[in-house]
C-alpha cells in the first residue's frame, strides 16, 4: 500500500452519563458507552437492565432525561432517530419490524433511499447485500412470509442498506442457538471491518459475546457494572454472581 | 430478478389496465344508451378509485374527503363551462372580488385540467394536517375535509346555489374522453406506486417507525401523494360534471363516498388493479341493484327505496370479514404469474 490509499477516518460515537426516566422509573443512570468505528461493541446484561434502553437512546427513538449522544464532538442529543440514520448511525429493532407485504429485496432497497441514494445504486446495494446475506432465494416473496429465521437477517440487511457508520443491533441473534449466534455474529463483524462500521451489539448470551466482541459493557438494572475486554470481565466476580449466578 | 423480468413486471400491469378501458370504451360504443350511461358512470368511477388509491393504497391511510376534491372539480368545471350570458343570471349575486367568475369561460379540456389543479390547491392548504396524523386521526380528519367543503358548498349560495342546482352545464364527457383520462390516471397512479416516494411512503404504511429509522421523511412522502392523488379526483368531478350537466351540493357528500369507499375495498385498496376492478365491478352491481329495486326482475313491483344500498353495504360487511384487503389482496393484475418468484431456489 502507497501513502494515497485514502485512511477511513476513525469516529467515535458516545453516549455520556446518559439517564433515562420514565415517569418515575430510573431505567437508566450514568451509562457511558463508546464504539469506534470498526469495533464491535457488546452490550449485555439481563432481562430489564436496560440494553435497549440504552441503544433507544443512541439511536434517537429516545431522548434521554440527563446525559449527551455524542458523535466526535458533535452533539446529536437533540437529534431525531430520522437525522440520525441519515448520517449513518442506523438501528435495528428487538421485534425486526420488517416492511411486512414488501418483498425483501424492497426491505432492503427502500432503507437505501431513504438515506439518499439513487435508485440506480440502491439497486446495486440491494443486489450485492442479497447475496452477502444469503437472501436471494427470498429476494422477491414479502418479508412477512420468509422463514422466521431469515427474518432477523432481512433486519439487518435493510441497517446496512444504509451505508451506516455505525450500527446499532438489538438482540441480532435472539431465538437462535449458541453456534448459530456466533456464526451471525462473525459474520455481522466481517460486514462491519470491510465497511470501517463500528457495531454496537445488545446480546442477552454472554457466552455469545465472549467470542465475538472486542469490547464488552455490562448493565444491570439500569447502571453499568463494568465496562473493558472480554477476558478481563469474563472473571468479574460481580458480573458472575449477577449475570452467568441468575441464569443457571 | 434479470433486467428483463423487472421491466416485464413494470409495465405489465398497467398495459393490461390501460387496455381493460379500451374494452370497456368499446362495450359502450356498440351498446345502447343506458350501457353508454352505465359505462361512463363506470369509467368516472374508475378516475376516482385509482386516484383515491394513488394516496391510500401507498400510505395506508383511508381518505373519507377525497369526494371533496372532487367537488371541486365539478364546481370548477360548472364555472369554466356554463354559456356566460346563462351564468350571469344564474349568480347575480357573486360577492365583487368573485366578479370574475361571471365572464370567465375555458373549453372542456382546459376546465378539466384547472378542475384538477384546484383539488390540489385544496390538497395542498390540507397536506400540513395530513403530514402530522397518523392512522384512525389521519381518516377522521379526512372525514372533516368531507363535511368542511361540504357545508361551504351548501351555504354560500350566492356561489354556489347550495342545494338549487348548478344548470345549463354543456354536455361534454364522452366514451373516450371518459376512458382516456382512466387510463392517465392508472399510468400515473401506477408510476407513483412504482417511484422512489411510492415505495418509501408503502414503507411506512407497513411499520412508520421502522421507515423512520431507516431515514424515511413520512411526512413529505404523505403530502407529496395527498396532492398529486387529488389532481385526479379533481378530473373525476369534472367528467362527472361534464357527463350528468347539473348537481347539486348534496351530490358530492356520503352517499358518493360510501360508494367509492365500496369500490375500493371489495378490490382491494392496496391493489392498483384492486381498485380499478372495484370500480367497473361496483358500478355494474350498483346498476343492477337500482334495477332489481325497481322492479325489473321482480315482475315490474318496486321494492322499497334503499334496499340497493342496503345490499351493497352487506356486501361490504362480508367482504371486510372474508377478506380485509378485498379481491386482490396486494396482488396485481398479471399475464405471466409467479414466473419470477423463487426463481432463485
Ligand atoms: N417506554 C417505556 N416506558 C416505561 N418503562 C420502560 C420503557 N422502556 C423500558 N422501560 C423499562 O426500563 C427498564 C429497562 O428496559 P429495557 O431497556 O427494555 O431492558 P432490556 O432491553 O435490557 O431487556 C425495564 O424496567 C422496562 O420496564
Ligand atoms: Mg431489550
Given amino acids: 500500500m502507497t501513502t494515497t490509499t485514502e485512511v477511513p477516518q476513525v469516529e467515535t460515537l458516545q453516549l455520556v452519563d446518559g439517564g433515562m426516566n420514565f415517569d418515575g422509573v430510573q431505567a437508566l443512570e450514568d451509562v457511558s458507552i463508546s464504539v469506534k468505528s470498526g469495533e464491535v461493541v457488546g452490550l449485555i446484561g439481563p432481562n430489564g437492565s436496560g440494553k435497549t434502553t440504552t441503544l433507544n437512546l443512541v439511536s434517537g427513538m429516545l431522548h434521554p432525561t440527563t446525559g449527551r449522544v455524542m458523535l466526535g464532538d458533535k452533539d446529536l442529543t437533540r437529534m431525531s432517530m430520522r437525522k440520525r440514520a441519515r448520517i449513518g448511525i442506523v438501528r435495528t429493532f428487538q421485534s425486526v419490524r420488517v416492511f411486512g407485504r414488501l418483498t425483501v429485496a424492497e426491505n432492503i432497497e427502500v432503507a437505501a433511499l431513504g438515506c439518499g441514494m439513487r435508485r440506480h445504486e440502491a439497486r446495486e446495494l440491494t443486489e450485492e447485500l442479497l447475496e452477502e446475506l444469503n437472501l436471494e432465494s427470498v429476494a422477491n416473496t414479502a418479508a412477512e412470509s420468509s422463514p422466521a429465521g431469515l427474518i432477523r437477517t432481512i433486519g439487518i440487511a435493510r441497517a446496512l442498506a444504509t451505508r451506516p457508520k455505525f450500527l446499532l443491533l438489538d438482540e441480532p441473534a435472539a431465538g437462535q442457538n449458541e453456534s448459530e449466534a456466533v456464526e451471525l455474529i462473525e459474520a455481522i463483524r466481517n460486514i462491519s471491518r470491510r465497511r470501517a462500521c463500528g457495531v454496537l451489539l445488545v446480546e442477552h448470551d454472554m457466552s455469545v459475546v465472549m467470542s465475538t466482541c472486542d469490547r464488552l459493557h455490562v448493565l444491570d438494572s439500569g447502571r453499568t457494572v463494568i465496562a473493558g475486554l472480554p477476558q478481563d470481565i469474563r472473571h468479574d466476580p460481580q458480573v458472575v454472581e449477577i449475570y452467568f449466578g441468575k441464569r443457571h | ?345
Fill in chain 2, 1 to 345: 430478478m434479470t433486467n428483463s423480468t423487472r421491466i416485464r413486471r413494470l409495465f405489465e400491469t398497467p398495459i393490461l389496465l390501460v387496455a381493460l378501458m379500451g374494452l370497456v370504451a368499446l362495450i359502450a360504443v356498440f351498446g345502447d344508451p343506458t350501457i353508454t350511461r352505465v359505462t361512463v358512470q363506470a369509467l368516472i368511477a374508475v378516475v376516482f378509485v385509482a386516484g383515491l388509491s394513488l394516496f391510500s393504497g401507498n400510505s395506508g391511510v383511508m381518505s373519507f374527503g377525497h369526494v371533496g376534491f372532487m367537488a371541486i372539480g365539478a364546481y370548477t368545471t360548472a364555472y369554466l363551462t356554463i354559456p356566460v350570458n346563462l351564468k350571469s343570471s344564474m349568480f347575480s349575486d357573486l360577492p365583487e372580488s368573485l366578479g370574475f367568475l361571471a365572464t370567465i369561460h375555458a373549453p372542456f379540456p382546459i376546465a378539466v385540467l384547472v378542475g384538477g389543479l384546484a383539488a390540489a390547491v385544496l390538497a395542498l392548504v390540507t397536506a400540513p394536517i395530513m403530514a402530522r396524523l397518523g392512522g384512525l386521526q389521519a381518516g377522521i380528519a379526512t372525514l372533516a375535509l368531507l363535511v368542511i367543503v361540504f357545508t361551504v358548498l351548501n351555504s354560500w349560495t350566492d356561489v354556489t346555489r347550495g342545494s338549487s342546482s348548478m344548470i345549463g352545464l354543456p354536455k361534454s364527457t364522452t366514451i373516450w374522453w371518459a376512458a382516456g383520462i382512466a387510463a392517465l390516471v392508472i399510468v400515473i397512479a401506477w408510476a407513483y406506486k412504482k417511484s422512489r416516494s411510492g415505495l418509501q411512503l408503502q414503507a411506512s404504511r407497513e411499520d412508520y417507525l421502522a421507515a423512520t429509522a431507516s431515514g424515511i421523511a413520512v411526512g413529505r412522502h404523505r403530502v407529496f401523494a395527498w396532492v398529486l392523488s387529488s389532481i385526479p379526483v379533481g378530473f373525476a368531478g369534472a367528467l362527472y360534471a361534464g357527463f350528468f350537466t347539473t348537481f347539486n351540493s348534496q351530490t358530492f357528500f356520503l352517499s358518493l363516498t360510501f360508494s367509492f369507499i365500496v369500490m375500493i375495498v371489495l378490490g382491494g385498496y392496496l391493489s392498483l388493479s384492486g381498485a380499478v376492478i372495484g370500480a367497473l365491478g361496483v358500478s355494474v352491481l350498483q346498476e343492477i341493484l337500482r334495477r332489481f329495486q325497481d322492479g325489473a326482475f321482480t315482475g315490474g313491483i318496486s321494492l322499497p327505496a334503499g334496499i340497493a344500498d342496503l345490499i351493497l353495504a352487506a356486501v361490504l360487511l362480508f367482504v371486510l370479514v372474508k377478506a380485509p384487503l378485498g379481491l386482490m389482496g396486494t396482488r396485481e393484475l398479471r399475464l405471466f404469474r409467479k414466473r419470477s418468484i423463487g426463481s432463485a431456489s
